[in-house]
Protein backbone atom coordinates (compact mmCIF):
# COMPACT_ATOMS: atom_id res chain seq x y z
CA UNK A 1 0.00 0.00 0.00
CA UNK A 2 1.46 3.79 -0.51
CA UNK A 3 2.51 5.46 2.13
CA UNK A 4 0.03 8.15 2.86
CA UNK A 5 0.34 11.51 4.60
CA UNK A 6 -1.63 13.91 5.92
CA UNK A 7 -2.77 17.47 5.25
CA UNK A 8 -5.06 20.41 6.07
CA UNK A 9 -8.16 21.54 3.64
CA UNK A 10 -10.12 24.39 3.76
CA UNK A 11 -13.60 23.45 3.50
CA UNK A 12 -15.12 26.64 1.88
CA UNK A 13 -12.48 27.85 -0.96
CA UNK A 14 -10.15 24.21 -0.88
CA UNK A 15 -6.44 25.85 0.05
CA UNK A 16 -4.11 23.28 1.39
CA UNK A 17 -2.43 23.81 4.22
CA UNK A 18 0.59 21.64 6.26
CA UNK A 19 -0.95 22.40 9.39
CA UNK A 20 -4.39 23.20 11.27
CA UNK A 21 -4.88 27.27 11.24
CA UNK A 22 -7.94 28.68 13.13
CA UNK A 23 -8.77 31.30 10.20
CA UNK A 24 -7.95 30.33 6.55
CA UNK A 25 -5.82 32.76 5.05
CA UNK A 26 -7.50 32.66 1.57
CA UNK A 27 -11.01 33.17 2.69
CA UNK A 28 -10.81 34.34 5.79
CA UNK A 29 -13.20 31.67 6.88
CA UNK A 30 -13.04 30.49 10.47
CA UNK A 31 -13.10 26.93 11.61
CA UNK A 32 -13.42 25.40 8.31
CA UNK A 33 -9.42 23.82 7.82
CA UNK A 34 -10.12 19.88 8.02
CA UNK A 35 -7.62 17.22 8.61
CA UNK A 36 -7.88 14.25 5.72
CA UNK A 37 -5.34 11.68 4.31
CA UNK A 38 -4.13 11.23 1.12
CA UNK A 39 -2.33 8.46 -0.63
CA UNK A 40 0.47 8.69 -3.11
CA UNK A 41 -1.31 7.06 -6.59
CA UNK A 42 0.32 4.32 -7.69
CA UNK A 43 -2.77 3.48 -10.13
CA UNK A 44 -1.97 3.10 -13.85
CA UNK A 45 -5.84 4.28 -14.85
CA UNK A 46 -5.13 7.63 -13.24
CA UNK A 47 -2.22 9.03 -15.52
CA UNK A 48 -4.79 7.94 -17.98
CA UNK A 49 -7.38 10.76 -17.33
CA UNK A 50 -4.64 13.03 -17.08
CA UNK A 51 -4.63 16.70 -18.21
CA UNK A 52 -7.74 18.73 -16.54
CA UNK A 53 -8.87 20.52 -19.42
CA UNK A 54 -9.46 18.04 -21.91
CA UNK A 55 -5.67 17.90 -23.33
CA UNK A 56 -3.34 15.53 -22.40
CA UNK A 57 0.00 17.12 -24.16
CA UNK A 58 1.08 20.73 -23.82
CA UNK A 59 1.78 22.88 -26.59
CA UNK A 60 1.90 26.62 -26.34
CA UNK A 61 -0.92 28.05 -29.12
CA UNK A 62 -1.35 31.78 -30.00
CA UNK A 63 -4.70 32.70 -29.73
CA UNK A 64 -4.77 33.48 -33.51
CA UNK A 65 -4.25 29.36 -34.19
CA UNK A 66 -6.95 28.31 -32.06
CA UNK A 67 -9.87 26.60 -34.85
CA UNK A 68 -13.25 28.10 -33.65
CA UNK A 69 -15.99 25.60 -33.89
CA UNK A 70 -19.70 25.80 -33.28
CA UNK A 71 -20.15 24.24 -30.01
CA UNK A 72 -23.13 21.12 -30.50
CA UNK A 73 -26.26 21.27 -28.32
CA UNK A 74 -28.06 18.14 -27.66
CA UNK A 75 -31.86 18.96 -26.95
CA UNK A 76 -32.93 17.68 -23.71
CA UNK A 77 -36.57 17.69 -24.48
CA UNK A 78 -37.61 19.70 -22.28
CA UNK A 79 -37.18 23.96 -23.33
CA UNK A 80 -36.78 25.41 -19.42
CA UNK A 81 -34.34 22.63 -19.23
CA UNK A 82 -32.42 23.90 -22.27
CA UNK A 83 -32.89 27.56 -21.29
CA UNK A 84 -31.26 27.16 -17.93
CA UNK A 85 -28.69 25.19 -19.86
CA UNK A 86 -27.89 28.00 -22.63
CA UNK A 87 -29.47 25.93 -25.45
CA UNK A 88 -29.05 22.34 -24.84
CA UNK A 89 -26.60 20.19 -23.72
CA UNK A 90 -23.09 20.32 -24.83
CA UNK A 91 -20.69 17.17 -25.35
CA UNK A 92 -17.61 17.16 -23.05
CA UNK A 93 -19.07 19.63 -20.37
CA UNK A 94 -19.78 18.79 -17.14
CA UNK A 95 -22.84 20.05 -15.15
CA UNK A 96 -23.63 19.85 -11.62
CA UNK A 97 -27.11 20.35 -10.01
CA UNK A 98 -28.13 20.72 -6.84
CA UNK A 99 -30.92 21.10 -4.87
CA UNK A 100 -32.66 20.13 -1.07
CA UNK A 101 -34.01 17.06 -0.97
CA UNK A 102 -37.52 16.05 -2.37
CA UNK A 103 -36.98 19.40 -4.78
CA UNK A 104 -36.91 16.89 -8.17
CA UNK A 105 -33.11 16.56 -9.11
CA UNK A 106 -33.46 12.59 -9.78
CA UNK A 107 -36.84 12.96 -11.13
CA UNK A 108 -36.09 15.60 -13.53
CA UNK A 109 -32.76 13.69 -14.83
CA UNK A 110 -34.56 10.72 -15.37
CA UNK A 111 -37.75 11.68 -17.06
CA UNK A 112 -34.45 13.27 -19.60
CA UNK A 113 -32.49 10.51 -19.46
CA UNK A 114 -35.48 8.07 -20.75
CA UNK A 115 -36.25 9.55 -23.32
CA UNK A 116 -32.81 10.49 -24.66
CA UNK A 117 -31.42 6.95 -24.10
CA UNK A 118 -34.26 6.36 -27.47
CA UNK A 119 -32.02 8.36 -29.82
CA UNK A 120 -28.41 7.73 -28.22
CA UNK A 121 -26.33 6.15 -25.28
CA UNK A 122 -26.96 6.79 -22.12
CA UNK A 123 -25.91 5.99 -18.20
CA UNK A 124 -27.33 6.70 -15.14
CA UNK A 125 -25.16 5.61 -12.24
CA UNK A 126 -26.83 5.54 -8.65
CA UNK A 127 -24.59 5.48 -5.61
CA UNK A 128 -27.73 6.34 -3.52
CA UNK A 129 -30.56 4.15 -4.82
CA UNK A 130 -30.66 0.33 -5.92
CA UNK A 131 -31.35 -0.70 -9.28
CA UNK A 132 -34.58 -1.62 -8.30
CA UNK A 133 -35.94 1.72 -7.15
CA UNK A 134 -34.95 3.66 -9.72
CA UNK A 135 -37.02 1.16 -11.74
CA UNK A 136 -39.63 1.47 -9.45
CA UNK A 137 -39.49 5.63 -9.99
CA UNK A 138 -39.06 4.99 -13.88
CA UNK A 139 -42.19 2.66 -13.87
CA UNK A 140 -44.28 5.41 -11.73
CA UNK A 141 -43.46 7.70 -13.77
CA UNK A 142 -44.43 5.73 -17.18
CA UNK A 143 -41.54 6.48 -18.93
CA UNK A 144 -39.36 4.38 -21.61
CA UNK A 145 -37.22 1.64 -19.97
CA UNK A 146 -36.04 0.02 -22.57
CA UNK A 147 -32.82 1.75 -23.89
CA UNK A 148 -31.78 3.70 -20.35
CA UNK A 149 -28.52 1.96 -19.38
CA UNK A 150 -28.53 2.02 -15.36
CA UNK A 151 -24.98 1.08 -12.81
CA UNK A 152 -24.77 0.61 -9.66
CA UNK A 153 -21.52 1.68 -8.31
CA UNK A 154 -19.45 4.51 -6.25
CA UNK A 155 -15.72 4.04 -7.36
CA UNK A 156 -15.37 6.28 -9.84
CA UNK A 157 -12.16 4.43 -11.53
CA UNK A 158 -14.79 1.91 -11.96
CA UNK A 159 -17.52 3.99 -13.55
CA UNK A 160 -15.07 5.23 -15.99
CA UNK A 161 -13.51 1.88 -17.07
CA UNK A 162 -17.12 0.46 -17.53
CA UNK A 163 -18.33 3.70 -19.37
CA UNK A 164 -15.29 3.58 -21.76
CA UNK A 165 -16.91 -0.06 -22.53
CA UNK A 166 -19.98 1.45 -24.15
CA UNK A 167 -19.20 4.76 -24.96
CA UNK A 168 -22.45 6.91 -23.63
CA UNK A 169 -23.00 10.41 -24.70
CA UNK A 170 -24.64 11.37 -21.65
CA UNK A 171 -23.64 10.16 -18.21
CA UNK A 172 -24.98 10.83 -15.05
CA UNK A 173 -23.66 10.79 -11.53
CA UNK A 174 -26.32 10.52 -8.44
CA UNK A 175 -24.61 11.72 -6.60
CA UNK A 176 -21.12 12.99 -6.27
CA UNK A 177 -21.22 13.03 -2.23
CA UNK A 178 -21.10 9.28 -2.25
CA UNK A 179 -18.38 9.00 -4.80
CA UNK A 180 -14.77 8.17 -3.94
CA UNK A 181 -11.23 7.20 -5.21
CA UNK A 182 -9.47 4.01 -4.07
CA UNK A 183 -6.32 6.39 -3.33
CA UNK A 184 -7.99 8.74 -1.25
CA UNK A 185 -8.28 7.48 2.70
CA UNK A 186 -10.80 10.09 3.79
CA UNK A 187 -14.63 8.77 3.55
CA UNK A 188 -16.96 9.33 0.89
CA UNK A 189 -18.23 13.16 1.31
CA UNK A 190 -15.39 14.47 2.59
CA UNK A 191 -13.68 17.78 1.12
CA UNK A 192 -10.80 15.79 -0.47
CA UNK A 193 -12.99 12.60 -1.96
CA UNK A 194 -15.99 15.23 -3.47
CA UNK A 195 -12.85 17.96 -4.99
CA UNK A 196 -10.78 14.65 -6.49
CA UNK A 197 -13.53 12.60 -7.79
CA UNK A 198 -15.06 15.49 -9.49
CA UNK A 199 -12.08 16.40 -10.78
CA UNK A 200 -11.71 12.68 -12.31
CA UNK A 201 -15.09 12.98 -13.79
CA UNK A 202 -14.50 16.12 -15.40
CA UNK A 203 -11.35 14.78 -16.88
CA UNK A 204 -13.20 11.85 -18.54
CA UNK A 205 -16.00 14.28 -19.87
CA UNK A 206 -13.34 17.00 -21.81
CA UNK A 207 -11.20 13.54 -23.11
CA UNK A 208 -14.32 11.98 -23.96
CA UNK A 209 -16.60 14.43 -24.97
CA UNK A 210 -19.36 12.67 -22.94
CA UNK A 211 -21.74 15.41 -20.78
CA UNK A 212 -22.03 14.06 -17.64
CA UNK A 213 -24.17 15.45 -14.80
CA UNK A 214 -23.55 15.41 -11.44
CA UNK A 215 -26.10 15.36 -8.10
CA UNK A 216 -25.22 17.61 -5.68
CA UNK A 217 -26.48 18.19 -1.88
CA UNK A 218 -27.21 21.31 -0.36
CA UNK A 219 -26.12 22.99 3.00
CA UNK A 220 -29.00 23.81 5.13
CA UNK A 221 -29.11 27.53 3.89
CA UNK A 222 -29.48 26.12 0.41
CA UNK A 223 -25.81 26.25 -1.29
CA UNK A 224 -24.38 23.80 -2.48
CA UNK A 225 -22.37 21.02 -0.02
CA UNK A 226 -18.53 20.65 -0.66
CA UNK A 227 -15.79 22.73 -1.07
CA UNK A 228 -16.04 25.92 -3.47
CA UNK A 229 -13.33 24.24 -5.95
CA UNK A 230 -16.71 21.75 -6.93
CA UNK A 231 -18.15 24.20 -8.64
CA UNK A 232 -14.97 26.14 -10.01
CA UNK A 233 -14.10 22.69 -12.14
CA UNK A 234 -17.49 22.46 -13.24
CA UNK A 235 -18.77 23.94 -16.81
CA UNK A 236 -22.53 24.74 -15.15
CA UNK A 237 -23.81 25.01 -11.81
CA UNK A 238 -27.77 24.72 -11.45
CA UNK A 239 -30.06 24.65 -8.70
CA UNK A 240 -33.26 23.38 -8.39
CA UNK A 241 -35.15 24.89 -5.96
CA UNK A 242 -38.95 24.50 -4.95
CA UNK A 243 -40.79 24.33 -1.07
CA UNK A 244 -42.41 20.91 -0.27
CA UNK A 245 -45.66 22.66 0.20
CA UNK A 246 -45.57 24.27 -3.58
CA UNK A 247 -46.05 21.95 -6.58
CA UNK A 248 -43.44 24.68 -8.15
CA UNK A 249 -39.77 24.16 -9.10
CA UNK A 250 -37.23 26.35 -10.22
CA UNK A 251 -34.33 26.03 -11.32
CA UNK A 252 -31.81 28.93 -12.02
CA UNK A 253 -28.04 29.05 -13.60
CA UNK A 254 -25.47 30.19 -11.33
CA UNK A 255 -22.48 29.82 -13.52
CA UNK A 256 -22.66 28.79 -17.04
CA UNK A 257 -19.49 28.48 -19.42
CA UNK A 258 -21.79 27.64 -22.37
CA UNK A 259 -25.15 30.45 -21.87
CA UNK A 260 -26.97 33.38 -19.79
CA UNK A 261 -25.72 33.17 -16.17
CA UNK A 262 -28.61 33.56 -13.69
CA UNK A 263 -31.50 31.72 -16.36
CA UNK A 264 -34.52 30.62 -14.76
CA UNK A 265 -36.85 27.69 -15.59
CA UNK A 266 -39.80 27.00 -14.17
CA UNK A 267 -41.75 22.94 -13.43
CA UNK A 268 -44.32 21.70 -12.10
CA UNK A 269 -44.41 18.56 -10.07
CA UNK A 270 -47.13 16.23 -10.80
CA UNK A 271 -47.67 12.65 -10.92
CA UNK A 272 -45.97 11.93 -14.04
CA UNK A 273 -43.10 13.92 -13.37
CA UNK A 274 -41.75 17.37 -14.13
CA UNK A 275 -43.86 19.27 -16.82
CA UNK A 276 -42.16 22.37 -17.75
CA UNK A 277 -44.17 25.56 -17.07
CA UNK A 278 -43.64 28.09 -21.04
CA UNK A 279 -45.55 31.28 -19.50
CA UNK A 280 -44.41 31.23 -15.77
CA UNK A 281 -45.90 34.69 -15.38
CA UNK A 282 -49.43 33.42 -15.19
CA UNK A 283 -49.04 31.17 -12.34
CA UNK A 284 -46.89 34.10 -10.47
CA UNK A 285 -50.15 36.50 -11.30
CA UNK A 286 -53.02 34.15 -9.53
CA UNK A 287 -54.10 37.62 -7.88
CA UNK A 288 -56.86 37.02 -5.22
CA UNK A 289 -60.39 37.89 -6.26
CA UNK A 290 -60.79 40.97 -3.92
CA UNK A 291 -58.49 44.01 -4.65
CA UNK A 292 -56.38 45.02 -1.28
CA UNK A 293 -54.21 47.63 -0.23
CA UNK A 294 -50.41 46.78 -0.76
CA UNK A 295 -50.35 44.48 -3.56
CA UNK A 296 -48.80 45.67 -6.69
CA UNK A 297 -47.11 43.86 -10.00
CA UNK A 298 -43.63 44.24 -11.19
CA UNK A 299 -41.59 43.21 -13.78
CA UNK A 300 -38.09 41.45 -13.21
CA UNK A 301 -36.01 40.10 -15.29
CA UNK A 302 -34.67 36.66 -15.24
CA UNK A 303 -31.93 35.62 -17.94
CA UNK A 304 -32.89 36.10 -21.02
CA UNK A 305 -36.81 37.37 -20.65
CA UNK A 306 -38.94 39.46 -18.27
CA UNK A 307 -41.07 37.57 -15.55
CA UNK A 308 -43.87 39.22 -14.07
CA UNK A 309 -44.42 38.73 -10.72
CA UNK A 310 -46.90 39.99 -7.23
CA UNK A 311 -45.70 41.81 -4.56
CA UNK A 312 -46.92 42.28 -1.51
CA UNK A 313 -46.38 45.19 1.48
CA UNK A 314 -47.70 44.94 5.07
CA UNK A 315 -46.76 47.80 7.24
CA UNK A 316 -48.81 47.83 10.53
CA UNK A 317 -48.22 49.90 13.88
CA UNK A 318 -45.09 48.22 15.99
CA UNK A 319 -45.74 47.46 19.61
CA UNK A 320 -42.19 47.48 20.42
CA UNK A 321 -38.83 49.16 20.31
CA UNK A 322 -37.37 47.82 17.33
CA UNK A 323 -40.11 47.60 14.14
CA UNK A 324 -40.06 44.22 12.51
CA UNK A 325 -38.53 44.12 9.52
CA UNK A 326 -39.04 41.14 7.42
CA UNK A 327 -38.14 40.07 3.83
CA UNK A 328 -39.85 36.71 1.78
CA UNK A 329 -37.77 36.78 -1.51
CA UNK A 330 -36.25 40.08 -1.30
CA UNK A 331 -32.79 40.94 0.20
CA UNK A 332 -33.63 43.05 3.78
CA UNK A 333 -30.71 44.91 3.78
CA UNK A 334 -32.30 46.32 0.49
CA UNK A 335 -35.62 46.99 2.53
CA UNK A 336 -33.67 48.83 5.24
CA UNK A 337 -32.19 51.38 2.48
CA UNK A 338 -35.33 51.62 0.80
CA UNK A 339 -36.99 52.85 3.70
CA UNK A 340 -34.68 55.59 4.67
CA UNK A 341 -34.48 56.71 1.20
CA UNK A 342 -38.71 56.58 1.42
CA UNK A 343 -38.05 58.88 4.55
CA UNK A 344 -35.87 61.51 3.21
CA UNK A 345 -37.26 61.69 -0.30
CA UNK A 346 -40.82 60.76 -0.37
CA UNK A 347 -41.54 62.27 3.24
CA UNK A 348 -43.09 59.37 4.79
CA UNK A 349 -41.59 57.81 8.20
CA UNK A 350 -41.86 54.10 9.05
CA UNK A 351 -40.47 53.90 12.21
CA UNK A 352 -42.30 53.18 14.31
CA UNK A 353 -44.20 50.67 11.80
CA UNK A 354 -43.86 46.82 11.54
CA UNK A 355 -42.90 46.13 7.56
CA UNK A 356 -43.28 43.15 5.94
CA UNK A 357 -42.55 42.23 2.33
CA UNK A 358 -43.21 39.18 0.62
CA UNK A 359 -42.65 37.97 -2.80
CA UNK A 360 -45.42 35.59 -4.52
CA UNK A 361 -44.56 32.13 -5.55
CA UNK A 362 -41.75 31.73 -3.87
CA UNK A 363 -39.12 33.80 -6.45
CA UNK A 364 -36.10 35.13 -5.53
CA UNK A 365 -35.92 38.48 -6.60
CA UNK A 366 -31.96 39.99 -6.55
CA UNK A 367 -32.09 42.91 -9.00
CA UNK A 368 -32.80 46.66 -8.33
CA UNK A 369 -35.71 46.35 -10.51
CA UNK A 370 -37.80 46.08 -7.66
CA UNK A 371 -37.34 49.17 -5.93
CA UNK A 372 -39.65 51.30 -6.94
CA UNK A 373 -42.39 48.62 -6.91
CA UNK A 374 -41.47 47.69 -2.80
CA UNK A 375 -42.10 51.38 -2.13
CA UNK A 376 -45.39 51.97 -3.87
CA UNK A 377 -46.45 48.97 -2.58
CA UNK A 378 -45.48 50.18 0.95
CA UNK A 379 -47.13 53.72 0.48
CA UNK A 380 -50.35 51.64 -0.36
CA UNK A 381 -50.24 49.76 2.69
CA UNK A 382 -49.74 52.25 4.94
CA UNK A 383 -52.12 54.77 3.51
CA UNK A 384 -54.45 51.47 2.67
CA UNK A 385 -54.81 52.74 -1.05
CA UNK A 386 -55.65 50.11 -3.13
CA UNK A 387 -54.06 50.39 -6.46
CA UNK A 388 -55.44 49.67 -9.85
CA UNK A 389 -55.30 45.85 -11.10
CA UNK A 390 -54.32 46.67 -14.08
CA UNK A 391 -50.83 48.57 -13.21
CA UNK A 392 -47.32 47.42 -13.53
CA UNK A 393 -44.61 49.42 -11.85
CA UNK A 394 -40.44 48.38 -11.92
CA UNK A 395 -37.46 50.95 -11.88
CA UNK A 396 -34.41 51.44 -9.26
CA UNK A 397 -34.38 54.01 -6.54
CA UNK A 398 -30.97 56.00 -6.01
CA UNK A 399 -29.95 57.13 -2.73
CA UNK A 400 -31.03 60.49 -3.63
CA UNK A 401 -34.54 59.90 -4.65
CA UNK A 402 -33.77 59.35 -8.21
CA UNK A 403 -35.82 57.04 -10.38
CA UNK A 404 -33.00 54.98 -12.14
CA UNK A 405 -33.29 53.00 -15.65
CA UNK A 406 -33.51 49.54 -15.95
CA UNK A 407 -31.84 46.97 -18.20
CA UNK A 408 -34.62 45.84 -21.51
CA UNK A 409 -37.10 48.25 -20.54
CA UNK A 410 -39.31 47.98 -23.80
CA UNK A 411 -39.30 44.27 -23.38
CA UNK A 412 -40.70 44.67 -19.69
CA UNK A 413 -43.56 46.89 -20.99
CA UNK A 414 -44.18 44.21 -23.75
CA UNK A 415 -44.63 41.21 -21.66
CA UNK A 416 -46.90 43.41 -19.29
CA UNK A 417 -49.18 44.05 -22.18
CA UNK A 418 -49.33 40.93 -23.73
CA UNK A 419 -50.88 39.99 -20.08
CA UNK A 420 -53.63 42.93 -20.66
CA UNK A 421 -51.74 45.64 -18.28
CA UNK A 422 -53.02 49.18 -19.19
CA UNK A 423 -51.03 51.49 -16.86
CA UNK A 424 -46.83 51.31 -15.72
CA UNK A 425 -44.79 53.56 -13.74
CA UNK A 426 -41.38 53.19 -14.95
CA UNK A 427 -38.16 55.42 -14.94
CA UNK A 428 -38.36 57.89 -17.70
CA UNK A 429 -35.31 56.72 -19.47
CA UNK A 430 -37.21 53.78 -19.61
CA UNK A 431 -40.21 55.00 -21.12
CA UNK A 432 -41.24 54.23 -25.36
CA UNK A 433 -41.10 56.76 -27.96
CA UNK A 434 -43.92 54.71 -29.20
CA UNK A 435 -47.31 53.57 -27.78
CA UNK A 436 -47.28 50.24 -26.60
CA UNK A 437 -50.92 49.02 -27.73
CA UNK A 438 -53.23 50.96 -25.70
CA UNK A 439 -51.16 51.14 -22.39
CA UNK A 440 -50.49 54.35 -21.10
CA UNK A 441 -46.59 54.63 -19.55
CA UNK A 442 -45.69 57.20 -16.86
CA UNK A 443 -42.05 57.74 -16.84
CA UNK A 444 -41.32 59.45 -13.52
CA UNK A 445 -37.62 60.60 -12.69
CA UNK A 446 -37.93 60.92 -8.89
CA UNK A 447 -39.53 59.15 -6.38
CA UNK A 448 -41.66 62.14 -5.31
CA UNK A 449 -43.22 61.91 -8.75
CA UNK A 450 -43.72 58.30 -8.32
CA UNK A 451 -45.75 58.75 -5.35
CA UNK A 452 -47.69 61.62 -6.67
CA UNK A 453 -48.87 59.72 -9.42
CA UNK A 454 -50.22 56.91 -7.70
Given amino acids: MAKSKTAWVCNECGADFS ?3 GQCSECKSWNTITEYKVAKSTSPSVAKFSGYAGQVTAKIETLESIELTEL ?4 SGLQEFDRVLGGGIVPGSAVLIGGSPGAGKSTLLLQTMCHLAQQMTVLYVTGEESLQQVAMRADRLKLPKDKLKLLSETNVENICLLASEIKPAIMVIDSIQVMHMTDIQSAPGSVSQVRET ?8 KQNHVAIFMVGHVTKDGTLAGPKVLEHCIDCSILLDGSTDSRYRTLRSHKNRFGAVNELGVFAMTELGMKEVKNPSAIFLSRADIPAAGSLVMVIWEGTRPLMVEIQALADHSMLANPRRVTVGLEQNRLALLLAVLHRHGGLALGDQDVFVNIVGGVKVSETAADLALLVALVSSFKNQILAQDLVVFGEVGLSGEIRPVQNGIERLKEAAKHGFKRAIVP ?11 MQVIGVSQLSEALEVI
Fill in 428 to 438: KQNAPKQAIGD
Fill in 19 to 21: RWM
Fill in 198 to 205: AAFLTRYA
Fill in 72 to 75: PRIS
